[in-house]
């Protein structure tokens, strides 16, 4: 099960942060990632951080998101900086025990979302 929560209405440069509450199994040595969907388009990849914590974004958002984990507590997190109109959509979070297979967004299962807006 997977539960993505934080999104919001902000402003363009503002911050915001995702959560994801990731009840997978073996979550601990899964990969993964964040996604986004904006109105009218696929679901595509926007970061991936692994089990021990390598991380890769899409190249939009580069310096501006950054995606870390809490093997711990089971959660993954999406901290978005300096917001852009682009950025709006529904954000989900997944997993794989695959690295490759985050960006494809291929998965047949998805949480509910969360919903960013963000205001020009």
């Known amino acids: 099960q997977l539960v993505e929560s934080g999104g919001g209405v902000v402003q363009a440069g503002g911050s915001l942060r995702l959560s994801c509450a990731a009840s997978l199994s073996m979550f601990g040595v899964q990969d993964m990632g964040w996604y986004r969907q904006a109105p009218g388009l696929q679901r595509d990849w926007v970061a991936s951080?692994?089990?021990?914590?390598?991380?890769d974004y899409k190249d939009s958002v580069k310096g501006r998101f950054a995606i870390s984990r809490d093997n711990a507590r089971d959660m993954v997190y999406l901290q978005m900086n300096d917001l852009r109109p682009e950025d709006s959509g529904v954000y989900y979070c997944?997993?794989?025990?695959?690295?490759?297979?985050?960006?494809?967004?291929?998965?047949?299962?998805w949480g509910q979302g969360t919903q960013v807006t963000v205001s020009s």
């Open positions: 951080i692994s089990a021990v914590g390598r991380t």
């Open positions: 997944n997993g794989a025990f695959q690295w490759e297979r985050l960006r494809r967004a291929d998965f047949d299962s």
